[in-house]
């Protein structure tokens, strides 16, 4: 599969992801404070996110190790969403209210990149000696 198929896959796992986040929130929202809510919804949607990209978007077998990395894809996107924000609001003036959507646009290929390098990344074989039975 080329990058930019794996790109266009990546998209719509966003879209999903961001739907199906915002479901669990409303739902979750009837019996949880909101913030409770939010972050149940978020561990859901990101757990989601994992294996629809693992199967969907880069075709490879979903591990423990790729999982526990995963988070660092949403960490990538917080960090350059938020200087974006800072730069296009402080620095650039422009408005409060569409910063963080030009901000989130310009983070989706810097994410994409780390998680395409979490989710293909070649196991390491861990040699007979080392392991653990």
């Known amino acids: ?9 990546f998209a719509l796992v966003g879209v999903v992801n961001t739907g199906t986040y915002y479901g669990c929130y409303l739902v979750l929202l009837n019996r949880l404070p909101y913030i409770a809510a939010h972050v149940a919804a978020f561990a859901l949607s990101m757990t989601g996110s994992f294996f629809l990209n693992s199967y969907f978007t880069y075709r490879t077998r979903p591990t423990w190790r790729k999982f526990l990395l995963f988070p660092l894809t949403n960490a ?10 800072y730069l296009l609001v ?18 989706i290929p810097i994410t994409f990149v780390v998680s395409r390098t ?3 990344r070649p196991e390491r074989e861990v040699p007979a ?5």
Not at 76 to 85: E, K, M, P, Q
Not at 90 to 100: K, M, N, T, V
């Open 76 to 85: 990538a996107n917080f960090v350059i969403t938020t200087g974006g924000v």
């Open 1 to 9: 599969m080329t990058v930019k198929a794996q790109m266009a896959r």
């Open 129 to 133: 000696a080392e392991r653990v039975s």
């Open 118 to 120: 979490i989710m293909l």
């Open 90 to 107: 402080d620095l650039a003036g422009f408005s409060s209210r569409y910063a963080p959507l030009v901000a989130a646009a310009a983070a």
